[in-house]
């Protein structure tokens, strides 16, 4: 079985600020991981993925996320918060034999302060 | 080049009535998947098709929800009986095989009073 965990439904930060949101993951497979972000009223956009190549990955926006096995997370980061960046973000984990079903954290609104 | 197209975007209906949602992915894409995404929390999987068959139906909640693909393109989820629980943002998404990267549509907001 697979879960996510987000941990903070709601983040806030001031512009400019470093963004970090949390994901912790359990899977019995090794796991493809995903972090979306929702904007108000639109569909889910993919930010970035991890699928077993390179344990930093870098995405769009200028997020990135770790994987780090040993901690069981995926964290998201953002070295300086944009206004543009409030939204909503989901931590998603698939097994590579699911066929690309995603099981989704709760989701963390990010908040950004002028 | 569209993307995931849904429709309605928002529908109201009354308890105990049926209704159809419908999903066109993008041309091409082989996976479509229907999730559920109730106020406050994540997507919540409901079903996957590959092609024209559920490859996994594990996610719909009862036997009031269906969904069909029949041509291995546009999808319908269909709820029956509709409770107030059933009120949520439905989405669609779509990805060329399996494996690779799901497009999500916008979404249909369904809301049963």
């Known amino acids: 079985a697979q879960s996510v965990t987000q941990l903070g439904s709601h983040v806030s930060v001031s512009e400019g600020a470093l963004v970090l949101l949390r994901c912790n993951y359990s899977s019995s497979v090794p796991p493809y991981l995903f972090w979306y972000v929702q904007y108000p009223n639109q569909g889910l956009q993919l930010l970035l993925k991890?699928?077993?190549?390179?344990?930093l990955v870098k995405g769009i926006n200028g997020f990135e996320a770790e994987f780090k096995k040993s901690e069981t997370s995926f964290h998201l980061t953002k070295p300086s918060a944009h206004m543009s960046d409030a939204a909503e973000y989901f931590c998603?984990?698939?097994?590579?034999?699911?066929?690309?079903?995603?099981?989704f954290g709760q989701g963390t609104e990010l908040s950004v302060k002028p | 080049g569209a993307g995931v197209s849904q429709t309605p975007s928002n529908k109201v209906t009354e308890k105990g009535k049926y209704v159809e949602l419908r999903c066109d992915p993008i041309?091409?894409?082989?996976?479509l998947y229907w999730y559920r995404q109730s106020l406050g929390q994540g997507p919540e999987f409901l079903i996957y098709?590959?092609?024209?068959?559920?490859?996994?139906d594990s996610g719909l909640p009862n036997d009031r929800f269906f969904a069909v693909r029949p041509e291995g393109s546009v999808s319908t989820l269909k709820i029956q009986r509709t409770e107030r629980g059933d009120s949520a943002v439905y989405l669609c998404a779509s990805s060329l095989r399996g494996d690779t990267e799901a497009f999500f549509g916008q979404g249909t907001r369904l809301t049963v009073v």
């Open positions: 098709f590959q092609g024209t068959g559920a490859a996994d």
């Open positions: 998603a984990v698939s097994g590579n034999n699911q066929g690309g079903k995603l099981i």
């Open positions: 041309s091409g894409h082989t996976a």
């Open positions: 991890y699928t077993s190549a390179a344990t």
